[in-house]
């Protein structure tokens, strides 16, 4: 792991908050930020607010264009078993690439791909080709990849001491770039559809691109490798395991499956990942199939597959998208950074489920849409501030191949593989057994009570783990 820009450790003491520049004052605000450490972190903030906005510009415009197919909310849930299916071939094939080029030269090549994918989409919009559960599946695809990308890099600048501090402010610019992109879209996609979108998405990637640049030839030049003591290189070196010992060269060794199925630890991780996602699924398909229902009572079924359904809707979870991430922004700025300080990581795994446990018992008795949104919207805002900051920090204390191939692995494939979980129990709960939006929510507390055991798991080998390392 490597140090700050600055070249100095978190060991800065009196006199290095004596001389704090005024960034690091100001970001204090939210956490505690030391000497020279503001720059990189308003840096990788910025990277990931223009990212968590081209995502959520295509979350969005994704939601209309794959609820007004024929059948559309359950199609939605079977696409996860596509796109599951696909990161067993993307994952490996994404750490042969790391294992060959240097991390500037994967993330470029991770980018610039989607970016050519987003152009292609709207040709073929252009051109008359339908593209909704395709451009669902490749979503489902892309914000798992990218977003975990990012989040690895991060984990490659700081050390686990700066991570739990610092990846308070990064988190800000994910739950701000959230709001920009699901607000501004959820306004505009009423008056120009949802295609232009596309094209947006993929300026900001490409922006985002910009600035890992700048990050990394930062980091290069502030040398931080060299801070390291010369005979914490040389241990390093001699490692059979050892990460790559600069920014430049591969991450090499066992590709990102392999890492996940032969440590415990990781492993442990992977299926949180997979159950929080089929907690979460499951909550989505009640919400999408309650939003179509109300559509089609007021404007019948022969309304839904044409462009008014496709307004409408995706005006309701822009706005919807909004309300999750005002308030996972105000807990991303003034609660993550504390809970984690004072109470730590165990404890920050298991604020989610707790609220989840009780929002979807409630739910069962009161399966009203007005009610499902509120649940979801408190779940969601834990997401994506207090679950999300702190999942990621779950690698901060891991080599460096597990940082960027098995956090890959378990944020593509083992999220996805729990939407195919809840495409399942869809299936059979639509099909077989008759279930209605409460039965659905009765699953998903026996779901949560095994997710809280996990929490418990995790935090205590993360607290082992994070003080040898």
């Not at 701000?176 to 505009?188: E, H, P, R, V």
């Not at 922004?329 to 504390?338: D, E, K, M, P, Y």
């Not at 900051?389 to 779950?394: F, G």
Request: with cysteine; aromatic share 10%; glycine share 10%.
């Amino acid at each position: 792991m490597t140090t700050t820009a600055t070249g100095k450790g978190s060991d800065t003491g009196t006199a290095g908050d004596a001389r704090k520049g005024l960034l690091d004052r100001v970001l204090g605000i939210f956490t505690e930020v030391h000497e020279g450490e503001g720059l990189t972190a308003i840096l990788l903030m910025l990277n990931i607010f223009l990212l968590l906005g081209a995502y959520y510009m295509l979350k969005v415009i994704r939601e209309p264009l794959i609820l007004t197919v024929p059948g559309g909310a359950e199609v939605k849930s079977y696409a996860a078993a596509a796109i599951a299916g696909m990161f067993i071939i993307l994952v490996p094939l994404y750490s042969a690439l790391a294992s060959r080029v240097s991390r500037v030269k994967l993330i470029n090549s991770v980018t610039l791909f989607f970016a050519a994918c987003l152009i292609a989409f709207f040709v073929l919009n252009r051109a008359g080709v339908p593209i909704g559960v395709a451009f669902f599946i490749w979503v489902g695809i892309f914000n798992l990849m990218v977003i975990a990308q990012l989040w690895a890099f991060a984990n490659d600048v700081y050390t686990v001491e700066q991570g739990k501090r610092l990846f308070a402010i990064v988190g800000i610019g994910a739950s701000l770039g959230a709001i920009a992109g699901s607000f501004s879209t959820g306004q505009l996609v009423k008056l120009y559809g949802p295609y232009p979108f596309m094209l947006g998405a993929c300026a900001l990637l490409l922006l985002c691109m910009v600035l890992t640049n700048v990050v990394n030839a930062r980091e290069k030049r502030a040398g931080a490798e060299k801070a390291r003591p010369p005979e914490n290189r040389a241990a390093e070196a001699a490692a059979p395991d050892s990460p790559a010992a600069t920014a430049d060269d591969p991450v090499r060794g066992r590709s990102g499956f392999a890492l996940v199925l032969r440590d415990p630890y990781l492993l442990l991780i992977g299926l949180l990942m997979l159950l929080v996602n089929f907690v979460n699924t499951n909550g989505e398909y009640i919400l999408g199939k309650l939003v179509l229902g109300a559509y089609t009572a007021a404007h019948g079924a022969a309304a839904v597959a044409g462009l008014g359904a496709k307004k409408v809707i995706g005006e309701f979870y822009g706005n919807f998208q909004t309300m999750v991430n005002v308030l996972s922004a105000l807990i991303q700025a003034f609660v993550v950074s504390r809970v984690l300080k004072y109470f730590g990581v165990r404890v920050a795994l298991m604020l989610m489920p707790v609220v989840s446990l009780i929002g979807y018992s409630s739910m069962a008795f009161v399966p009203l849409l007005s009610f499902i949104r509120g649940v979801k919207l408190a779940e969601n805002s834990l997401d994506y501030s207090v679950q999300n900051t702190t999942r990621n920090t779950l690698y901060l204390p891991t080599s460096r191949e597990a940082k960027y191939k098995a956090k890959q692995a378990n944020d593509t494939f083992f999220v996805r593989f729990g939407d195919v979980l809840s495409a399942g129990l869809v299936f059979a709960g639509t099909t077989w057994l008759g279930f209605a939006p409460r039965q659905f929510a009765l699953v998903n507390v026996g779901l949560i009570l095994v997710w809280l055991v996990l929490a418990v798991a995790i935090g205590r080998s993360f607290k082992r783990l994070a003080a040898t390392t």
